[in-house]
T-cell receptor, first 112, second 114 residues
Framework: NAGVTQTPKFQVLKTGQSMTLQCAQD?????MYWYRQDPGMGLRLIYY???????DKGEVPNGYNVSRLNKREFSLRLESAAPSQTSVYFC???????????FGDGTRLSIL | EDKVVQSPLSLVVHEGDTVTLNCSYE??????LLWYKQEKKAPTFLFML????IEKKSGRLSSILDKKELFSILNITATQTGDSAVYLC??????????????FGSGTQLTVLP
């Protein structure tokens, strides 16, 4: 069972470069989420998609864009990377019943 | 603004000890409280709590929610080195857009020494 798959696992960028993080789930879940996790902090919500065709801002959306390409895939784009965006990024999904979110293994992103 | 506070931030114990991790919250439109265990990679789900006073149990782990006092505890008995991890508490609430969102605490780093 693949669950939630994120690519790439690691990436190093220079300031100003652009990058798209990919996320795909095979559980037929309606809702998908992007979080970032910084040292000593919990996960903070960047964007989410409650269903195919909809996206909404979370707690920390500045500097990011998202696309819900279809029900399976939800991508996160950094148009002009900044060192403050160095973080570990997690994608998650859930269905619309009273079930927990399932997380991918994360993408470790460093911006120099 | 929704807030979730976990304590302690870190804890070091020896194998066989019992630990209690705390989570307090202030959220509007509360739906549930979740506990996750995070080792090197993805947070893995432990418990989802929606009702006060009903203990959820899985092996040596148990958790309970108090919706009046707005807190939850996670107990781990007879700890093992494999329990070493960050334990995350998250509260699920309904956002203004009717979607369910999680707000996470900063986690408790548990280290179990042999």
């Amino acid at each position: 069972n693949a669950g939630v798959t994120q690519t790439p696992k690691f990436q190093v960028l220079k300031t100003g470069q652009s990058m798209t993080l990919q996320c795909a789930q095979d559980m037929n879940h309606n809702s998908m989420y992007w979080y970032r996790q910084d040292p000593g902090m919990g996960l903070r919500l960047i964007y989410y998609s409650a269903s195919e065709g909809t996206t909404d801002k979370g707690e920390v959306p500045n500097g990011y864009n998202v696309s819900r390409l279809n029900k399976r895939e939800f991508s996160l784009r950094l148009e002009s990377a900044a060192p403050s965006q160095t973080s570990v990024y997690f994608c998650a999904s859930r269905d619309n019943r009273n079930q927990p979110q399932h997380f991918g293994d994360g993408t470790r992103l460093s911006i120099l | 603004e929704d807030k979730v506070v976990q304590s302690p931030l870190s804890l070091v114990v020896h194998e066989g000890d019992t630990v209690t991790l705390n989570c307090s919250y202030e959220v509007t439109n509360f739906r549930s409280l979740l506990w996750y265990k995070q080792e090197k990679k993805a947070p893995t789900f432990l418990f989802m709590l929606t009702s006060s006073g009903i203990e959820k149990k899985s092996g040596r782990l148990s958790s309970i929610l108090d919706k009046k006092e707005l807190f939850s505890i996670l107990n781990i008995t007879a700890t093992q080195t494999g329990d070493s991890a960050v334990y995350l508490c998250a509260v699920e609430a309904i956002s203004s857009g009717s979607a369910r969102q999680l707000t996470f605490g900063s986690g408790t780093q548990l280290t179990v020494l042999p």
